[in-house]
């Protein structure tokens, strides 16, 4: 069962990763995207994932379903920054003329390696953002990206390693936009997210800068029924662990964890009042990041130099109800 198998998903080669508890397909050549993950033992889909018939929905928002990648992660205010002497112009592709979400949406990444052993399975794939026109034109300094998903039991792993290979030094910043299933039934399920603040954003839902109080997200740090939650909030993470748990009323949960020393941020979105999805997304720079006044410290900004290389990793553990 510990192994990897190929399959298609509208015409496109995706490689699965198996297990005894779990089933997960990734799309290296539409995003990289994690599209799919199949719980064998509860028999559900644990993650919001595209329907053959959504693929022209798909290639215009990838970002809608599974664990897709923004690099970098949130708005940016009319997408241009200055950083090291170079100019950075993004599309501005949203409301106000701002950009959103990077410039990671369905580029093709290469299978690079996979692994099969006793303990798990994992696909190594790689993508050099200079064979992208449209990615060099926007962010000039050239990364080559690199992913190892590894698949052991119930726990999934993705972890990044990112490269510069240009000449002056880069503001780097990731996030994954994860849509966990709800099934329709927020009330039975709470959250458990330690968070320090929440940060405060403008008319255009851009962050001022501004660090407020949880106030009644306060229970957060205890465990927050889903239930008539509305989300679209930026939460700092401050000193506490980088973790977040999702747990259902019949013992059954998603732990949810990132690499404490990058990850700084949450980010939940319910598209509304919860109901069939709640995304919880790991970020490792707030949004507008470069044009904030706070220091790298708070805002996460990685100071990629050249030639330099980080590693970070994310890790989703799906939890199981103990039988007697």
């Known amino acids: 069962m510990k192994k990897v198998t190929k399959g298609q998903w509208n015409g496109y080669d995706t490689y699965i990763l198996h297990s005894r508890e779990l089933e997960v397909t990734l799309l290296p050549r539409l995003g990289n995207n994690v599209i799919s993950m199949w719980d064998h033992v509860q028999q559900r889909d644990v993650l919001r994932g595209p329907d053959e018939s959504d693929l022209d929905f798909y290639l215009q928002k990838p970002y809608h379903f599974g664990i897709p990648l923004l690099i970098p992660p949130g708005r940016i205010r009319r997408g241009q920054f200055t950083y090291d002497g170079q100019e950075y112009q993004f599309d501005r592709n949203t409301a106000n003329d701002n950009h959103i979400h990077g410039l990671h949406r369905t580029q093709s990444w290469c299978v690079s390696d996979i692994q099969e052993d006793e303990d798990g399975c994992a696909v190594t794939t790689e993508f050099l953002t200079a064979n992208d026109p449209n990615w060099i034109r926007q962010y000039p300094v050239p990364l080559k990206l690199e992913m190892t998903l590894r698949l052991q039991g119930a726990s999934l792993t993705q972890s990044f390693k990112v490269t510069s290979l240009g000449q002056k030094s880069a503001p780097f910043g990731i996030g994954l936009h994860t849509w966990f299933l709800l099934d329709g039934e927020p009330e039975k399920w709470n959250l458990h997210l330690p968070s320090s603040g929440i940060y405060v954003s ?62 700084k941020h949450w980010v939940l979105y319910t598209k509304g009042e919860a109901d069939q999805f709640l995304c919880i997304e790991p970020y490792t720079w707030m949004p507008d990041a470069p044009n904030c006044n706070l220091s790298d410290e708070i805002t996460g900004l990685i100071d990629l130099q050249p030639g330099q290389s980080i590693e970070l990793n994310v890790n989703l553990d799906i939890i199981h109800p103990t039988t007697t």
């Not at 306060?218 to 939460?235: A, I, S, V």
């Open 202 to 263: 403008d008319d255009e839902l851009v962050p001022t800068g501004e660090i407020s109080p949880l106030g009644d997200l306060e229970k957060l740090n205890e465990g927050l029924n889903m239930q008539g939650t509305n989300f679209d909030t930026m939460l700092q993470i401050g000193d506490k662990p980088v973790v977040a748990l999702l747990t259902r009323d019949d013992g059954y949960g998603i732990r949810y964890s990132a690499d404490p020393e990058y990850f």
